[in-house]
């Protein structure tokens, strides 16, 4: 090691070298979608630091790197500091090929000690890793190795020389025992045909990886890194969110497909927005999905269709210039069972489902109107004088009040019914058919599919939220721009429910409702459904008109975690960053990272935490300090573990306020390095465990800039507050403890202290 020291030392940048064999070797672009995990592992370092050079060659051993060659040409550049990565046995165990063959204890275990021996003579650090298994499992499920005697080998040779030992064998093990036989089988060459050129009948192959499968490899071995000793796991490359590395990010695997293409005028669809188009283009659907998949056109020109049901292998390709508009004649639209709001419904046909579908996609910079002003009711406050009688001259009744339009008498009838359409109130189809247009529609309805994109269109005027896939795998959103008005009620921008493996990024939203929102259920429903939203990334959005910018909740019952924010702008959305339940939910969100979010015009909070979601709890909290604990069950919504950082905030009516419940605070909340210029400061209710760190709050009130009221083990470090507040801080509440200031310009306003709280609350640095 003293070796490496010096060449760091000395500001040479080390190289890493990969040796071994096709699962980790480089790959030419016409052997797509093979790819090795060694083409990837260095997008999880910082490249201007270290270098890397992967030397790794298809079908070799231990025996033919060396005895073609391979060997003597890398070890020839090797120089102290470097890493040498060795990683062979997939193809030392083939006894019929007399080049590669070297058994595990003799051959196998003499040329890897030989290669340590000659990395240590040029003064660089090898490095040893287990073969990677290969997917097999037996029929009822269980892995089932391959590898016999190699890996373990592996773990004695480093054992005795004293080498950095990565198990990758034992990593990817684990991971496919995790995924299972069937959410396992993408991450290697399972092929379909017609897609890939060196592939044209399709590939059924266990041991090389596509793209994804590289990845998650690669990010296994760089967590082996950072577990090791190596100096090496000094150059992880850092993400901007906290002690987070670029390995530790969800992978989302995306869709592929043939480029086989189904125009759908070749099968009857006329333009004009006069014929009805569903049936023309749900059979070019049928049609490209049965011949095996590929792209479904929708060319430029206006087209009025009813639902859309898409298919597995399909791209449903609208055009620029293509406008597809939804029709509103409500009996174009059956009633199916589905999912409302966490619960179990009968609802409407959405204008564009998929249920149980695989490799899907939605692309093109064309327009999709979902015709919501059929379905949604409207408030006389919502819109203007003129908009209000245009409205109510189309049709359509009034409520009691004449302060609410309904566009039928059935819409009216299921608003005035407590969980109407809701399957455990005893709806089926008939029953519901009383209330039908008040069950509106989701525009896009993904169930249980798997490998999604959707790039680039337009979706706007939903009848209810826009885009809702609920309990699927790796969803990809992008390019997208979600419009509805403000008045839009539901008008969320996309819903992801139950969904693993996903990201949002570059989308626009002007909704009139939340904007990106995760959800997990409703209550009992979604604690016994116990699908977790989890293992997602949202970068680089814009909302503009919405309830909140980025939401979790209020239907969290099953958890969200995971979850990476970064790069976002909210202009004019009522709440900025939103966490939102209530009693009864259940459910644990943890593990939500947020950074570098900038927002203006915020008429609420920029941050809330909301654990009450009812007005009338919360203000009766406020008024009443002392409230009794309810016991905690699994009823009780937990908030934990969130890490928050680079926030920005210009016109605001609160810059953060967290509202826990007497029984369950909000709890560990980290908020650093962010400026907020608003209205009042921060505000915290039964919070347990949250520090803000160089953090400003200039605010325009003369209210305490903070205020903290039941809450304890809070840390604020580095906090300047200036504006108009008479005083810094203001403490309330018996159940206060332990608020640490450190370096803090609290003094100089002076602090508050409330009836019953000692001043020995405070431990100042």
């Known amino acids: 090691m003293a070796s490496i020291a010096l060449a760091f030392s000395n500001n040479e940048t080390p190289t890493v070298f990969l040796a071994g064999d096709s699962t980790m070797a480089p790959k030419l672009p016409e052997a797509a979608p093979e790819t090795g995990w060694g083409m990837v592992f260095p997008d999880f370092f910082d490249t201007t630091s270290v270098k890397f050079e992967n030397h790794a060659v298809n079908g070799r051993s231990t025996k033919s790197f060396r005895s073609l060659g391979h060997w003597d040409k890398m070890i020839a550049r090797v120089k102290p500091g470097d890493f040498v990565f060795l990683q062979f046995g997939h193809n030392d165990s083939k006894t019929d090929d007399s080049i590669r063959y070297a058994p595990a204890q003799t051959a196998y275990r003499e040329n890897l ?37 190699y890996p373990g080998v592996v773990r004695e040779i480093a054992a005795a020389q004293r080498v950095p030992l990565i198990d990758l064998w034992a990593k990817s093990k684990a991971l496919l025992e995790k995924l299972g036989p069937a959410d396992s089988k993408p991450l290697f060459l399972n092929l379909p045909g017609g897609i890939y050129p060196k592939f044209p009948d399709g590939k059924e192959d266990n ?35 906290f002690e987070k590395y ?122 999709f ?12 406050n919502k819109v203007t004088g003129s908009e209000w009688s245009k409205i109510v001259a189309s049709g359509g009744v009034l409520n009691e009040a004449k302060d609410t339009w309904y566009p039928t008498e059935r819409a009216l009838r299921g ?68 419009k509805n008005p403000s008045f839009a009620q539901n008008g969320d921008g996309v819903d992801v429910e139950s969904t693993r493996f996903f990201r949002i990024e570059n989308c626009v939203f002007d909704t009139g409702d939340d904007g990106v929102c995760l959800k997990s259920g409703r209550n009992e429903e979604g604690r016994k459904r116990g699908a977790p939203t989890s293992d997602g990334i949202v970068q680089g959005c814009t909302v503009y008109k919405a309830h909140g910018g980025f939401v979790i909740g209020s239907e969290m019952s099953g958890g969200v975690r995971n ?59 406020l008024k009443n300090p002392e409230m009794n604990k309810l016991p905690v069950t699994e009823e009780t919504p937990v908030f934990r573990k969130i890490y928050i950082q680079n926030v920005a905030c210009r016109g605001a009516a609160h810059a953060i306020y967290a509202q826990g419940l007497p029984e369950m605070n909000v709890q560990d909340v980290h908020i650093e390095n962010s400026v907020f210029h608003t209205q009042r400061g921060f505000t915290c209710v039964e919070g347990d465990g949250i520090q803000l760190k160089n953090i400003t709050l200039q605010t325009d009130s003369a209210e305490p800039a903070i205020h903290v009221l039941n809450s304890r083990n809070l840390v604020f470090d580095d906090v300047e507050v200036s504006g108009k507040s008479e005083k810094a801080l203001k403490i309330e509440g018996k159940q206060t403890g332990a608020i640490r200031l450190l370096g803090t310009n609290f003094d100089a306003r002076g602090i508050e202290f409330g009836l019953g709280v000692p001043p020995t609350v405070l431990i100042k640095k």
């Not at 639902?307 to 639209?333: C, K, M, W």
Request: proline residues 5%; neutral net charge; contains cysteine.
């Open 113 to 149: 000690t030989r290669f340590i021996t000659e990395i240590r003579a040029k003064g660089a650090q090898p490095v040893l890793l287990t073969p990677v298994v290969r997917r097999n499992f037996d029929a009822a499920g269980r892995f089932v190795d391959k590898h016999g005697d």
């Open 207 to 241: 041991t090389h990886f596509t793209p994804h499968g590289a990845g998650l490899m690669a990010a296994l071995v760089a967590e082996g890194v950072n577990e090791s000793t190596l100096e090496l796991r000094h150059f992880l490359k850092k993400t901007v969110f």
């Open 246 to 367: 670029a390995y530790e990010l969800p992978q989302i695997n995306l869709p592929v497909f043939r480029k086989d293409t189904f125009n759908i005028r070749d099968f009857g669809a006329k333009a004009g927005g006069i014929a009805l188009n569903t049936q023309a283009i749900n059979t070019a659907i049928d049609t490209c999905s049965r011949r095996g998949g590929g792209v479904v056109l929708i060319p430029a020109g206006l087209w009025l269709s009813g639902p859309i049901r898409l298919r597995s292998h399909v791209n449903l390709y609208l055009e620029r210039g293509a406008l597809l508009q939804f029709t509103d004649d409500h009996d174009q639209y059956p009633l199916v069972r589905t999912n409302w709001e966490g619960m179990d419904a009968i609802r409407n046909h959405s204008p564009i489902y998929g249920v149980d579908l695989e490799n899907i996609a939605i692309t093109g910079a064309g327009i």
């Open 369 to 380: 109107d979902g015709a919501g002003m059929a379905w949604r009711p409207l408030k006389k």
């Open 415 to 482: 608003s005035k019914i407590n969980r109407a359409g809701v399957i455990a109130e005893g709806y089926d189809e008939a029953k519901a058919l009383d209330v039908k247009e008040f069950l509106r529609p989701n525009m896009v309805s993904l169930v249980r599919c798997t490998r999604i994109l959707i790039d680039g269109p337009t979706f706007q005027n939903s009848p209810a939220w826009t885009l809702h896939p609920l309990l699927c795998t790796h969803f990809t959103l992008k390019n997208v721009t979600v």
């Open 563 to 621: 979850i990476f924010v970064s790069g976002c702008t909210f202009m004019g959305s009522d709440i900025g960053l939103r966490f939102k339940t209530t009693r009864g939910r259940g459910g644990v969100v943890e593990d939500i990272y947020i950074s570098d979010i900038n927002m203006t015009d915020i008429p609420a909070e920029a941050i809330l935490f909301d654990m009450y979601y009812n007005g009338k709890e919360a203000a009766e909290a």
